[in-house]
């Protein structure tokens, strides 16, 4: 598995548990004291932490909060019909 697998799953995310994705991987390679050269690059390790990350990703999408989900989709539907260059064509009609 490599990088690429995983951006399907990232997608779906919330924007909140991206970017908390995104701090847990930065503060694990700031708190690093270990150089690049010497990561364990083998192709075990590597599975194994894209395994963690599916993991990861596969709880949090179990936990969608379907509530914050329906209010962000009416919040872009609305937005999206107000910008729409004919105020006559909703993109979303009701």
Same mark, same amino acid.
């Given at each position: 598995?490599?990088?690429?697998?995983? +951006?399907?799953?990232?997608?779906?995310?919330?924007?909140?548990?991206?970017?908390? +994705?995104?701090?847990?991987?930065?503060?694990? +390679?700031?708190? %690093? %004291?270990?150089?690049?050269?010497?990561?364990?690059?083998?192709?075990? %390790?590597?599975?194994?932490?894209?395994?963690?990350?599916?993991?990861?990703?596969?709880?949090?999408?179990?936990?969608?909060?379907?509530?914050?989900?329906?209010?962000?989709?009416?919040?872009?539907?609305?937005? +999206?019909?107000?910008?729409?260059? %004919?105020?006559?064509?909703?993109?979303?009609?009701?």
């Amino acid at each position: 598995m490599n990088l690429a697998d995983l +951006l399907p799953t990232v997608q779906k995310l919330s924007t909140p548990q991206k970017f908390i +994705l995104f701090e847990e991987l930065r503060s694990d +390679l700031e708190s %690093s %004291s270990e150089t690049v050269s010497k990561w364990d690059l083998s192709a075990a %390790s590597i599975a194994g932490r894209n395994n963690a990350v599916l993991a990861l990703l596969d709880k949090w999408e179990m936990e969608g909060d379907e509530q914050e989900q329906t209010e962000t989709w009416e919040f872009l539907q609305q937005a +999206l019909d107000e910008d729409r260059l %004919s105020s006559h064509r909703p993109l979303f009609p009701q």
